[in-house]
């Protein structure tokens, strides 16, 4: 069976860009890429989950209403999917416990997760503000691949 860390493997040998698809109110898929790594959940005694950092209306508007979410990784013919039940945390997607800079702190965080760096982080973190992102944090529910080790 496969782990989230051969998942994390996988999408460490491309960037770990991922396909990320929601599903629409229409019940079709809207797909995008993002790059997407692993963390301890913060709000959840550290469980392993993807997380990533968006902004913007289809797909933060389908999660806010089905948070299924199922994200690919891909290197050479090798793939791996992660499905699962997304969290958002973020200005428009407040939670408990979350302030502003506890989230500040955050975004920094899922974006080393997912293969970020940053030269100038106070940039980074007025940035984030301004474009009003969104910490989604992605709780496995089901581990695929076409390998039997991803």
Same mark, same amino acid.
């Given at each position: 069976?496969?782990?989230?860390?051969?998942?994390?493997?996988?999408?460490?040998?491309?960037? /770990?860009?991922?396909?990320?698809?929601?599903?629409? @109110?229409?019940?079709?898929?809207?797909?995008?890429?993002?790059? @997407?790594?692993? $963390?301890? #959940?913060? !709000?959840?005694?550290?469980?392993?989950?993807?997380? !990533?950092?968006?902004?913007?209306?289809?797909?933060?508007? #389908? $999660?806010?209403?089905?948070?299924?979410?199922?994200?690919? /990784?891909?290197?050479?013919?090798?793939?791996?999917?992660?499905?699962?039940?997304?969290?958002?945390?973020?200005?428009?997607? +407040?939670? *408990?416990?979350?302030?502003?800079?506890? $989230?500040?702190?955050?975004?920094?965080?899922? !974006?080393?997760?997912?293969?970020?760096?940053?030269?100038?982080?106070?940039? /980074?973190?007025? *940035?984030?503000?301004?474009?009003?992102?969104?910490?989604?944090?992605?709780? +496995?529910?089901?581990? /695929?691949? #076409?390998?039997?080790?991803?």
């Amino acid at each position: 069976m496969m782990t989230l860390l051969e998942v994390a493997e996988l999408a460490g040998r491309e960037q /770990y860009l991922a396909v990320v698809a929601t599903v629409r @109110a229409d019940s079709t898929i809207q797909a995008s890429v993002v790059n @997407a790594g692993t $963390l301890a #959940n913060p !709000f959840d005694g550290g469980k392993e989950v993807l997380g !990533f950092v968006t902004y913007g209306r289809s797909k933060l508007s #389908n $999660l806010r209403v089905r948070p299924q979410v199922t994200l690919t /990784y891909r290197s050479g013919w090798s793939w791996a999917s992660v499905e699962g039940v997304a969290e958002l945390i973020g200005p428009d997607d +407040p939670k *408990e416990g979350v302030d502003g800079e506890r $989230l500040r702190l955050l975004l920094r965080e899922v !974006f080393v997760a997912a293969g970020g760096h940053h030269d100038d982080w106070d940039a /980074y973190d007025a *940035e984030m503000a301004v474009q009003r992102r969104t910490v989604v944090l992605v709780t +496995p529910t089901r581990l /695929y691949s #076409n390998r039997a080790s991803a």
